[in-house]
């Protein structure tokens, strides 16, 4: 069984550019929540995705989205960066698409924006 | 709006000591759910318990114990036994819908 997996492991970018972070599922499920960490932080709830859809949104701006594949793996897409933006994004899969089930969570993608 | 409140930051400890990590929440509805994950120094987030709120059972798995309680809307965590293995940062989550929120976390250091 092959575990949630994400892609890149770190990255820099400059204000007001863009990045695309990637996220494969573990094998079977087909929801993928994305987080993002602020250093010291608690997660928090970006938005999660079932059956290539959206079903919910925490409270992040537009210019964070994302998109599932039919394989149900995952991007997030960030627009604009800002100094803010700096954080660890994790991104978790589970069944049955909503928030009340166990989530498996990858190892994070450390994005620093300078 | 929930809220999850860890009011211990760090806690240390020596090895074979017990320690509970507390956890209180806020929310005014009456279905939710309630987690407990660890995250080690590698990051990623390791799954240890899920709660509904319809069961208050207090549950225990081998040196882990829970204890729900709703009257103080608290869902406490204690390592019995604690070892070198187990410092970790732990949060506490509560799940209401489509609204997921974690605590600051609890950074466990076990000395040994």
């Known amino acids: 069984e092959t575990g949630v997996t994400q892609s890149p492991t770190h990255l820099i970018k400059t204000r007001g550019q863009q990045v695309t972070l990637r996220c494969s599922s573990q094998s079977g499920h087909n929801t993928v929540s994305w987080y993002q960490q602020a250093l010291g932080q608690g997660p928090q709830f970006i938005f999660q995705?079932?059956?290539?859809?959206?079903?919910g949104r925490g409270n992040f701006p537009p210019r964070f989205s994302g998109l599932q594949f039919p394989n149900y793996s995952s991007e997030l897409n960030v627009n604009a960066l800002e100094l803010d933006d700096s954080a660890l994004y994790l991104c978790?899969?589970?069944?049955?698409?909503?928030?009340?089930?166990?989530?498996?969570f990858g190892p994070g993608t450390r994005l620093t924006v300078t | 709006a929930q809220k999850v409140t860890q009011a211990q930051t760090e806690i240390s400890v020596v090895e074979k000591e017990d320690v509970t990590l507390d956890c209180v929440y806020e929310?005014?509805?009456?279905?939710?759910?309630l987690f407990w994950y660890k995250q080690p120094p590698s990051g990623e987030l390791v799954f240890l318990i899920r709660r509904n709120s319809f069961d208050e059972q207090n549950e225990i798995s081998g040196r882990y114990s829970w204890n729900f309680q709703k009257s103080t809307s608290s869902f406490n965590f204690t390592i019995t036994a604690s070892q070198v293995v187990d410092s970790a940062v732990y949060f506490c989550?509560?799940?209401?819908?489509?609204?997921?929120?974690f605590g600051a976390g609890t950074r466990l250091t076990v000395k040994p």
């Open positions: 995705y079932y059956r290539e859809e959206e079903n």
């Open positions: 978790a899969s589970s069944l049955a698409g909503t928030l009340s089930s166990e989530q498996y």
């Open positions: 929310t005014r509805d009456t279905t939710y759910y």
């Open positions: 989550a509560l799940s209401v819908g489509y609204d997921m929120r």
